[in-house]
């Protein structure tokens, strides 16, 4: 049977650990417990390291001839490395296809999210456009069409709301590409505490997606569904969008169907930076205190696409992600007035 390629995250200060075993999803599970034999093991620890170092893919020969290692580095920056494809078998052996894998990281301090080029082009997107979508709001991440709403995604919310440092995460999408095809995608990703150039501490979400085949003939993908329906029945009055918070933060994590229009909410190059208005901050956060009573609602400024504010009545109540993490679902309207709020 012809050796199976490896993938080996290294999402930080410790030694990498497998995720995948050709196209089976591992639970970060040491490498010497996949690769027994202690020359081959040498062998590919020394391709890692040097595929670490120098941010370019390894291909070399042991000394003796006996045996063929491949190391290919999955980057998210010029100095930051996510992971590493790894392949080792005899020279004489047929290197198989290597499946698409790319690196990306959520920074929670800032709201918003990387995507490696690989990433990119897993997902289907040309080359060309990668330079306006590498970098987008977290809340991108979770819109339609990229990504099909499926059974677990508030596992998933849930986890950005903790924001556990050194929390481990791993999951099975179906996404679409831009080509309309479904394909199984599978990431794993954990929370690290950074400290930045500021001294500040970062929150930021390190992952690695998979693709690990069609989703129509992958038994693990999940169906695509219209919504988890223990979240919320989706149906809107027109006029109104809703869309899922963090309560603490005040950071936008999904739109719940269709995303409100003219809003700034992607973080996309050339478009205005998602926010709140400054001095509408109290008030939001006012009606995020008021959710232990069950509910609130105020009127609040956002970011318009062309630069503007635009004054939103927002209603908000609290929703269970899992069995023990709220966020809160908040509807909006677009204000008769776009006047700034009255004085609380």
Known sequence: MATKWLLLEMFRGRRPTVIAVGRAPKKFVPLDSIIKNRTTLAEARVAIAEAAATYRQVDRVSAD???????????????????????????????????????WVFDLTADTSRRSDDLLALMGYPPEEFDALREHSIAAVFAEPLTPNYAKQGDSLARLVQAEDGAETQQVWTI????????????????????????????????????????????????????????????????????????????????????????????????????????????????????REGRSEGRVRVRALDGSWTSLEARAVLVLLDQSTTAALVTVTLAESNEPPMPQ
Request: hydrophobic share 35%.
């Open 65 to 103: 001839g006996t045996r063929r290692t491949i190391a290919v580095p999955l980057a998210i920056s010029p100095n930051h490395l996510h992971g590493v494809m790894l392949w080792s078998g005899p020279p004489t052996e047929a290197v198989p296809p290597r499946d698409r894998a790319g690196a």
């Open 176 to 291: 679409q590409r831009q080509d309309g095809e479904l394909r199984a995608a599978h990431y794993s990703c954990r929370m690290v505490y950074e400290t930045g150039p500021d001294a500040k501490v970062e929150k930021l979400l390190r992952g690695i997606t998979h693709d690990i085949g069609p989703a129509t003939e992958t038994p693990v993908a999940p169906p695509v569904t219209i919504l988890e329906h223990r979240v919320l029945d989706t149906s809107a009055d027109e006029g109104e969008y809703r869309v899922i918070m963090n309560a603490r933060t005040l950071q936008l994590l999904r739109w719940m169907g269709r995303p409100m229009p003219g809003i700034a909410w992607e973080g996309l190059q050339d478009e205005p930076t998602p926010a709140i208005h400054p001095d509408d901050i109290g008030i939001a956060r006012a009606m995020s205190e008021a959710l």
